[in-house]
């Protein structure tokens, strides 16, 4: 039986699959099997996948209708053999001792979710942007934890925020030390920039209904403490974004007011002040910082406050260290 299994959810990848896929043949630990699911792909990935396939029989093809990318994730863990889940992305790839480094501390240290880094990279040019925090790409799971405690969340409006409301919903569990939660100090995987992504700010449409489902979904749950106030405050922060990115100040500016009044934010602030002068101005200061938006600051806010709040319990002493903290790369 592998130790690990690697998912792999796809729609529409064939041309930067295969690098994800070898990024999976070249790693330094063996033990492991590929599943990958063909979410209603309309392009030749059956066709990517099985000459791969045919090569290595760790590799495994899976289609289904398009239900987005949390539907497709569960039925991977559904079909997986492995103690260990990775959810690798279609456009990412693990380093070669990615597998390795994860799985190793997890033995170290008893846990039960570890994290690791990634290196950022920029599609065009090929440029490296620097060591960045946690993506799907760089977390290892034990299985058991979605046969417990639940799947990722299937609904579509969350797009590519279902590894997030997962941890999330995890919260309880990780507070009474049921399961163990660690991240290392070490890249093990790619995470690509590029002009297709889904998360990209010249999408701010379909990134604001992704911050209103998660404001809806997350306003419902309970206990409503630090982290509640925290990850609310970031989803404001983006609604208020992406708003004055379609050219709705007001509404962007109100969003901004309420994420500050769920948590003070230097950051935050000074987006609210740079919002006043409309959508034009708004751009032009977020352009040079707009890796901050596009590298996932939710999920790194998120892990970063489990680790600090849940493990270390430690707290944040001061917002502008908040924002210092999170713009690292």
Not at 244 to 269: N, P, Q, V
Not at 295 to 306: E, K
């Amino acid at each position: 039986m592998p130790k690990v299994s690697i998912i792999i959810p796809t729609y529409n990848r064939a041309d930067l699959l295969p690098r994800a896929v070898q990024s999976v043949i070249n790693q330094t630990y063996k033990d492991w099997e590929l599943l990958i699911v063909d979410d209603g792909s309309a392009d030749n990935t059956k066709e990517v996948v099985e000459k791969f396939a045919k090569k290595d029989p760790r590799i495994k093809y899976f289609y289904k209708e398009n239900g987005g990318q949390g539907s497709a994730r569960n039925l991977g863990i559904k079909n997986a053999r492995g103690e260990w889940i990775l959810p690798l992305d279609s456009d990412d790839a693990l380093l070669p001792d990615g597998v390795e480094k994860l799985l190793s501390a997890t033995q170290k240290q008893s846990a039960d979710i570890v994290w690791g880094k990634t290196w950022r990279v920029a599609e065009e040019g090929r440029k490296i942007l620097g060591i960045g925090g946690a993506t799907p790409s760089s977390v290892l799971l034990r299985r058991k934890i979605f046969l417990d405690y639940g799947f990722y969340d299937e609904d579509r409006n969350l797009i590519a925020g279902e590894d997030v409301d997962h941890l999330y919903r995890l919260q309880p569990i990780l507070e009474n030390g049921s399961i163990h939660l660690i991240s290392i100090n070490e890249p093990v995987a790619i995470y690509f920039l590029h002009t297709g992504q889904s998360t990209s700010l010249l999408k701010p449409d379909k990134l604001l209904i992704k911050a209103d489902a998660m404001i809806q979904k997350w306003n419902n749950h309970e206990p409503k403490g630090l982290l509640w106030r925290t990850n609310m405050a970031h989803q404001w922060r983006n609604k208020g974004v992406y708003e004055i990115l379609l050219g709705r100040k007001s509404d962007g500016l109100k969003s901004l007011e309420k994420s500050m009044t769920l948590r003070r934010s230097l950051g935050t602030a000074v987006l609210w002040c740079a919002g006043c002068f409309g959508r034009v101005s708004f751009v032009w200061f977020i352009l040079p910082i707009r890796r901050f938006f596009e590298n996932g600051i939710l999920r790194v806010a998120m892990v970063d406050f489990l680790l600090r709040h849940i493990s270390d319990r430690m707290y944040v002493k001061n917002s502008v260290a908040f924002i210092k903290h999170f713009g690292k790369k």
